[in-house]
């Protein structure tokens, strides 16, 4: 498995507080991404990072931000929490495979986040 | 306009009999990568298998094999000789590896229920 953790694993917070959510790896991979679960949506991508101090948007990043100031650590911010960021967040990382072109994706163990 | 279509909600199916989940996508880009990825109960993602879009044979891993109709844009997700332990949500998601950098769509998932 690769050596991905989250932390917390779960937080409820209320509305209008900052939460960070932090993702840490093991694998000196390269990138590592910010994803949000919700019914019937999949999985949603919020924010990438390609390397340190590079980031970059993903599809739903109205509300977060995100940093990378070690290869290891990507931290997830919501500047002002609202209830619509309830969700499931993963984080995921990839880097160069067997096949380059495959990089896949494996993904931390999910952080639930209740914004009350 | 959606880029991964799964369009069976739920699959129900007796154990040690052959199951096959249904993935359709929609790129322009010719160059993609399809994955496949199983959620237990317990939430952690789980990668499957993958499919590149020039790869000349459909993927197998184990009991996992990606009927992979290219002019059909569909990439469909077959279990054999199922398990109770199959019984998850299963994301069939893309990468568009020219437009697309690192970013992987998902679909909504299938829920598939193995019954003894």
């Known amino acids: 498995d690769a050596g991905i953790t989250q932390s917390p694993r779960h937080k409820v917070t209320e509305t209008g507080t900052p939460v960070t959510l932090r993702c840490h790896q093991t694998?000196?991979?390269?990138?590592m991404y910010w994803y949000r679960q919700d019914p019937g949506h999949g999985l949603r991508l919020i924010h990438y990072?390609?390397?340190?101090?590079?980031?970059d948007k993903g599809e739903v990043s109205d509300g977060y931000s995100v940093s990378r100031s070690k290869t290891e650590d990507f931290l997830l911010t919501l500047e002002s929490a609202t209830s619509s960021q309830t969700s499931v967040y993963f984080c995921?990382?990839?880097?160069?495979?067997?096949?380059?072109?495959?990089?896949?994706?494996?993904f931390g163990p999910g952080t639930r986040l209740l914004v009350l | 306009a959606q880029k991964i279509t799964q369009t069976q909600p739920g699959m129900f199916v007796q154990e040690k009999e052959a199951v096959t989940l249904d993935c359709t996508y929609d790129?322009?880009?010719?160059?993609?990568?399809l994955f496949w990825y199983k959620q237990p109960s317990s939430g952690e993602m789980i990668f499957l298998i993958y499919q590149g879009s020039y790869d000349q044979q459909n993927a197998t891993e184990g009991r996992y094999s990606l009927n992979f109709q290219k002019a059909r844009k569909s990439a469909n997700l077959v279990i054999s000789a199922s398990q109770l332990g199959d019984s998850a949500m299963y994301f069939c998601?893309?990468?568009?590896?020219?437009?697309?950098?690192?970013?992987?769509?998902f679909g909504t998932g299938t829920r598939l229920l193995v019954s003894p």
């Open positions: 990072s390609y390397g340190v101090k590079d980031t």
């Open positions: 694998e000196n991979h390269r990138y």
């Open positions: 790129t322009s880009d010719p160059s993609y990568g």
């Open positions: 998601a893309m990468r568009e590896m020219n437009t697309g950098f690192q970013k992987l769509v």
């Open positions: 995921a990382i990839s880097g160069p495979g067997l096949n380059s072109r495959q990089e896949t994706q494996y």
